[in-house]
T-cell receptor, first 115, second 116 residues
Framework: QKEVEQDPGPLSVPEGAIVSLNCTYS??????FMWYRQYSRKGPELLMY????GNKEDGRFTAQVDKSSKYISLFIRDSQPSDSATYLC???????????????FGQGTILTVHP | GAVVSQHPSRVICKSGTSVKIECRSLDFQATTMFWYRQFPKQSLMLMAT?????????EQGVEKDKFLINHASLTLSTLTVTSAHPEDSSFYIC????????????FGPGTRLLVL
């Protein structure tokens, strides 16, 4: 079993739709959770960063973390064609120690928003 | 946000040659940088941690003699793929935390390596 599971999709939605992207994980030590957006042939771009359980909103993006269920989500409101990309969840146990900086990624979900 | 650059963006080489990829933090200092590899339609896999002033640490299954890492300064790490073979063809991406102890990572644009 992978440490982080993410449905690779592909996911296709019409412009304006609400998009829900999800990841589950098995390692209860994960404390920090991130969402990255990766356009084709480019490096990942940090979208959202959350610590522990709860919600965080930034513009059209909302990140949710439910540590009790080991489940994280990213919601995109009013989706745009420019949101078409691969979305990667990533997580890390703690800020220091031997796991410092070692992100564990989900497989990534390919999203297409069509006009 | 913090900027990380990579050079070259794309390289094609013959089997058996060595290829050097540079990763630079442009507006911050990074005592630690990370190198990832990404195969088509797959996620990023951490290869190694590059430490300024000390040896790199490699993830299980990554050959340290094949993937040489040198963290020459607080803004530069290099990855050299030695005696490259077609199976080394991949997308190589570096990342760095913008602050000491920071949990977030900023990624470079990646280097696409094709070994013929």
């Amino acid at each position: 079993q992978k440490e982080v599971e993410q449905d690779p999709g592909p996911l296709s939605v019409p412009e304006g739709a609400i998009v829900s992207l999800n990841c589950t994980y098995s390692n209860s030590a994960f404390q920090y959770f991130m969402w990255y957006r990766q356009y084709s042939r480019k490096g990942p771009e940090l979208l959202m960063y959350t610590y522990s359980s709860g919600n965080k909103e930034d513009g059209r993006f909302t990140a949710q973390v439910d540590k009790s269920s080991k489940y994280i989500s990213l919601f995109i409101r009013d989706s745009q064609p420019s949101d078409s990309a691969t979305y990667l969840c990533a997580m890390i146990p703690n800020a220091g120690g031997t796991s410092y900086g070692k992100l564990t990624f989900g497989q990534g979900t390919i999203l297409t928003v069509h006009p | 946000g913090a900027v990380v650059s990579q050079h070259p963006s794309r390289v094609i080489c013959k089997s058996g040659t060595s290829v050097k990829i540079e990763c630079r933090s442009l507006d911050f200092q990074a005592t630690t940088m990370f190198w990832y590899r990404q195969f088509p339609k797959q996620s990023l896999m951490l290869m190694a941690t590059s430490n300024e002033g000390s040896k790199a640490t490699y993830e299980q299954g990554v050959e340290k003699d094949k993937f040489l890492i040198n963290h020459a300064s607080l803004t530069l790490s290099t990855l050299t793929v030695t005696s490259a073979h077609p199976e080394d063809s991949s997308f190589y991406i570096c990342s760095a935390p913008p602050s000491v102890g920071g949990e977030t990572q900023y990624f470079g644009p990646g280097t696409r390596l094709l070994v013929l």
